[in-house]
């Protein structure tokens, strides 16, 4: 069975670049048709999708982050990751990473749907 | 980009009691692109519905979606004690922004 594994520092100063990411268990990332997202949530707060990238490389954004976000895969270690630049308060948060849906019954990938996560990240934004 | 408003914002019911949750969109949801996830405290969401009323794998029949164009429900039949949490819409059109609604917690009455 497939496990996400987010990981990276805690605390990030304000400016700088905020960088994690997630290992993928139980199964190879590059095996099948799957997106892999990064999604935000603020404490309290809801979901916020920040992007994806699949197993070509290929990267889709969230247009109210696109300009700092660079999302990357290495397929050798089986792992895929987020930076994050010029960090604010505002990018405080806990941070997941998922698996697009695969419908075993109908035979096709759901994409934008996730039902492997990570169990989430802590990132304080904070001098 | 596609809002997504949910209500009520908190639903105080007893186990056995039906849930019924609202997601309303900004514009129309292209082929009923809804998913519901419900999440509990310090967890990851997980999925309960795709495509407005597709339950997940391992997903238990109490919940059920239905809905269309801009109007969502997901219903919960019967509350059993797990099912106190909050509760999220998403939609994923065409392409992404994917969205997500602010969250309807159910709590126990």
């Known amino acids: 069975q497939v496990q996400l594994q987010e990981s990276g520092p805690g605390l990030v100063k304000p400016s700088q670049t905020l960088s994690l990411t997630c290992t993928v268990s139980?199964?190879?990332?590059?095996?099948?048709?799957?997106?892999w997202s990064w999604i935000r949530q603020p404490a309290g707060k809801g979901l916020e999708w920040i992007g994806r990238i699949y197993t070509s490389g290929s990267t889709n954004y969230n247009p109210s982050l696109k300009s700092r976000v660079t999302i990357s895969i290495d397929t050798s270690k089986n792992q895929f990751s987020l930076k994050l630049s010029s960090v604010t308060a505002a990018d405080t948060a806990v941070y997941y990473c998922?698996?697009?849906?695969?419908?075993?019954?109908?035979?096709?990938?759901?994409?934008?749907?996730?039902?492997?996560w990570g169990q989430g990240t802590m990132v304080t934004v904070s001098s | 980009e596609i809002v997504l408003t949910q209500s009520p914002g908190t639903l105080s019911l007893s186990p056995g009691e039906r849930a019924t949750l609202s997601c309303r969109a900004s514009q129309s949801i292209s082929s009923s692109y809804l998913a519901w996830y419900q999440q509990k405290a310090g967890q990851a969401p997980r999925l309960l519905i795709y495509?407005?009323?597709s339950r997940a794998t391992g997903i238990p029949d109490r919940f059920s979606g239905s809905g269309s164009g801009t109007d969502f429900t997901l219903t919960i039949s019967r509350l059993e004690p797990e099912d106190f949490a909050v509760y999220y819409c998403?939609?994923?059109?065409?392409?992404?922004?994917?969205?997500f609604g602010q969250g309807t917690k159910v709590e126990i009455k």
């Open positions: 495509g407005a009323s």
């Open positions: 139980g199964g190879s990332i590059g095996s099948g048709s799957y997106y």
């Open positions: 998403q939609q994923y059109g065409s392409s992404p922004p994917w969205t």
């Open positions: 998922a698996r697009d849906y695969y419908d075993s019954s109908g035979y096709s990938y759901v994409r934008g749907v996730f039902d492997i």
